[in-house]
């Protein structure tokens, strides 16, 4: 059973920083392209960024320079620092794992929410 457990979403002031994390279960992590999204009240759901499992990253140009995605394959763990946040970062964050056979598939986390408001 295929498990992906967000945490570290909360509440933060307009230029402060969080960090999310993804422990990722029931798959082959280190074959698997790893990411974010993100869904604000109203909005489609979006990329933020994700990594390959050879480690390459792309970002939303919305979060370029301020979001930065890692991963650890020995932790089964995906990370999403976030610096410079603005109120327009207000959104539930979900983690995203698809497999490098089968880019049909997607498995979601269950999200954590991100709110950034003085």
């Known amino acids: 059973q295929v498990q992906l457990v967000e945490s570290g979403g909360g509440l933060v002031q307009p230029g402060g920083s969080l960090s999310l994390s993804c422990a990722a279960s029931g798959i082959i992590f280190r074959l698997h392209r790893m990411g974010w999204y993100r869904q604000a009240p109203g909005k489609q759901r979006e990329l933020v960024a994700h990594?390959?499992?050879?480690?390459?990253?792309n970002y939303a140009d919305s979060v370029k320079g301020r979001f930065t995605i890692s991963r650890d394959n020995a932790k089964n763990t995906v990370y999403l620092q976030m610096n410079s946040l603005k109120p327009e970062d207000t959104a539930v964050y979900y983690c995203n794992a698809v497999p490098t056979w089968d880019p049909g598939v997607n498995y979601w986390g269950q999200g954590t929410q991100v709110t950034v408001s003085s």
């Open positions: 990594a390959t499992s050879g480690g390459i990253t």
